[in-house]
């Protein structure tokens, strides 16, 4: 069985040390889109369709912790508003 290189079940996210070293990061899956802003916090932003995050009409955003139990948390909302 091999290794999961990414944090979600569903999505292709790197793990908590990519945010934590200051990096952003967007990604989609299908029409659901989303990016990873880090600052002092991490920001998830969703949207549907193709356009870049500047250009898109933002549907929700949460502030995470930026920590490991707030990227475990912000995952799960990635997940959740995905499936939802």
Request: charged fraction near 35%; charge should be negative; aromatic fraction near 16%.
């Amino acid at each position: 069985m091999s290794e999961r290189t990414s944090v979600s079940r569903i999505f292709d996210i790197p793990k908590f040390y990519y945010f934590d070293s200051g990096n952003d990061y967007s990604g989609s899956k299908g029409e659901f889109a989303y990016k990873i802003k880090t600052a002092e916090t991490l920001k998830a932003m969703i949207w549907h369709g193709r356009l870049c995050s500047e250009k898109a009409a933002i549907e929700n955003e949460q502030e995470f912790e930026r920590s490991q139990e707030g990227f475990d948390a912000m995952i799960k909302w990635l997940e959740d508003k995905f499936d939802g």
